[in-house]
């Protein structure tokens, strides 16, 4: 394995103006997230299918040549499990990598097993077990060690082939703009951070409502000031403030555990924050704090599941990644509430093959139930 380092926007420009022609590139990230809300990136890794490339981004003074080549719609971005990578691109360049093929997805998909991690997939497709020992790394220090350079550029050098196998193995099966449309609707970012309050359902309105206030200065805080959500105010304070509701500086002071110096900086921004939740329509919850499903719907979901099963076993695909069971409760609200959002993920192939049928059923269901308790009311 040969890596090489490079150290400068024009040596960088050069590199990639040398590998236009390719089709396929693997694209990897090492970044440092301890103390600070973004990702800070610290390397990026490149392979066109021979030696790997690994740039430094601490001393790049020019990014448009790099942004450029990252949305270059002719060159395949090959990237493992990327929705930590996408943060990392969203932040430091604003452009994410296009086309991109997921190779954890696209192993998925093509019938290898869900949630496969890279190491698995090496040692499945190359019979090599990768050291893991710079997992950890402080990946920000320089100069990296050679240790550091060999595990970064292992990260691309065998991704490179296992995405070309992958993609293959998805054009034989009619499923490659599968993968590349899952790529395509990837995004930076996980769940709403909201939805981490498990027993939020059980607040009154009104304290739903300024949870839901809470939560989001904490993420415009926590944006602002670059930290962690939990250095600006623990999950445990922004529920007992939800809780207490808190009218005066006073009240908001006497919150368990409420830091003095928050009080002090941002009490004003947090009352403030609280008070609007009681303007809000109490008829009306926030869409991001769900209900459990009722015992009737939980019937529902259970139906729903053994018929994702069975779509699973015909296309030897896991279940979670045809319809996760979080979108299986989503379906069954969006019953009952057709307002409610729908997630990106529900088009294309997977609205075809595995939403539109199972939303045909649910309406036959609800159809059925219907008539069952209208005979009941007739007394026939």
Same mark, same amino acid.
Request: negative net charge.
């Given at each position: 394995?040969?890596?090489?380092?490079?150290?400068?926007?024009?040596?960088?420009?050069?590199?990639?103006?040398?590998?236009?022609?390719?089709?396929?590139?693997?694209?990897?990230?090492?970044?440092?997230?301890?103390?600070?809300?973004?990702?800070?990136?610290?390397?990026?890794?490149?392979?066109?299918?021979?030696?790997?490339?690994?740039?430094?981004?601490?001393?790049?003074?020019?990014?448009?040549?790099?942004?450029?080549?990252?949305?270059?719609?002719?060159?395949?971005?090959?990237?493992?499990?990327?929705?930590?990578?996408?943060?990392?691109?969203?932040?430091?360049?604003?452009?994410?990598? &296009?086309?991109?093929? #997921?190779?954890? $997805?696209?192993?998925? +998909?093509?019938?290898?097993?869900?949630?496969?991690?890279? *190491? =698995? %997939?090496?040692?499945?497709?190359?019979?090599?077990?990768?050291?893991?020992?710079?997992?950890?790394?402080?990946?920000?220090?320089?100069?990296?060690?050679?240790?550091?350079?060999?595990?970064?550029?292992?990260?691309?050098?065998?991704?490179?082939?296992?995405?070309?196998?992958?993609?293959?193995?998805?054009?034989?099966?009619?499923?490659?703009?599968?993968?590349?449309?899952?790529?395509?609707?990837?995004?930076?970012?996980?769940?709403?951070?909201?939805?981490?309050?498990?027993?939020?359902?059980?607040?009154?309105?009104?304290?739903?409502?300024?949870?839901?206030?809470?939560?989001?200065?904490?993420?415009?805080? &926590?944006?602002?000031? #670059?930290?962690? $959500?939990?250095?600006? +105010?623990?999950?445990?304070?922004?529920?007992?403030?939800? *809780? =207490? %509701?808190?009218?005066?500086?006073?009240?908001?002071?006497?919150?368990?555990?409420?830091?003095?110096?928050?009080?002090?900086?941002?009490?004003?921004?947090?009352?403030?924050?609280?008070?609007?939740?009681?303007?809000?329509?109490?008829?009306?919850?926030?869409?991001?704090?769900?209900?459990?499903?009722?015992?009737?719907?939980?019937?529902?979901?259970?139906?729903?599941?053994?018929?994702?099963?069975?779509?699973?076993?015909?296309?030897?695909?896991?279940?979670?990644?045809?319809?996760?069971?979080?979108?299986?409760?989503?379906?069954?609200?969006?019953?009952?509430?057709?307002?409610?959002?729908?997630?990106?993920?529900?088009?294309?192939?997977?609205?075809? $093959?595995?939403?539109?049928?199972?939303?045909?059923?649910?309406?036959?269901?609800?159809?059925?139930?219907?008539?069952?308790?209208?005979?009941?009311?007739?007394?026939?």
């Amino acid at each position: 394995m040969n890596w090489r380092l490079i150290d400068s926007s024009a040596e960088l420009s050069a590199v990639l103006a040398e590998h236009r022609e390719h089709s396929h590139v693997a694209v990897d990230t090492e970044f440092r997230r301890r103390d600070t809300f973004y990702p800070q990136v610290a390397l990026l890794q490149l392979c066109w299918g021979g030696d790997a490339f690994l740039i430094d981004p601490l001393l790049l003074d020019d990014l448009a040549a790099l942004k450029t080549w990252l949305a270059d719609p002719a060159q395949v971005k090959f990237l493992h499990s990327a929705s930590e990578d996408l943060e990392v691109f969203a932040h430091w360049l604003d452009v994410l990598p &296009a086309p991109l093929f #997921d190779t954890q $997805r696209a192993a998925a +998909l093509v019938g290898l097993g869900g949630g496969q991690s890279y *190491r =698995a %997939l090496v040692a499945s497709f190359h019979d090599i077990d990768l050291p893991k020992d710079e997992t950890q790394s402080d990946w920000l220090q320089r100069p990296l060690t050679d240790r550091q350079a060999e595990y970064a550029a292992l990260d691309v050098t065998y991704l490179h082939p296992i995405g070309l196998k992958l993609e293959a193995l998805a054009r034989e099966l009619g499923r490659l703009d599968w993968v590349l449309e899952e790529g395509a609707r990837l995004r930076p970012g996980g769940k709403p951070p909201i939805s981490k309050f498990r027993s939020a359902h059980k607040l009154s309105p009104r304290q739903q409502w300024a949870l839901s206030e809470l939560v989001d200065w904490r993420e415009s805080e &926590a944006k602002g000031r #670059d930290r962690p $959500r939990s250095w600006i +105010l623990s999950d445990k304070v922004v529920m007992a403030t939800a *809780r =207490a %509701l808190p009218s005066s500086v006073r009240e908001l002071s006497a919150v368990d555990e409420m830091p003095a110096g928050l009080v002090r900086r941002a009490g004003d921004a947090l009352l403030a924050r609280i008070a609007a939740a009681s303007e809000r329509d109490m008829a009306t919850l926030p869409a991001e704090i769900s209900t459990p499903l009722s015992s009737t719907e939980r019937q529902l979901l259970k139906q729903l599941t053994e018929r994702v099963v069975t779509v699973s076993e015909s296309l030897a695909v896991p279940p979670e990644a045809l319809m996760p069971k979080a979108d299986l409760e989503q379906l069954i609200r969006l019953q009952a509430n057709p307002s409610l959002p729908s997630p990106a993920a529900w088009s294309g192939w997977r609205a075809e $093959r595995v939403v539109d049928p199972l939303r045909e059923w649910l309406s036959q269901e609800s159809t059925r139930g219907c008539a069952e308790e209208s005979d009941m009311e007739s007394g026939t």
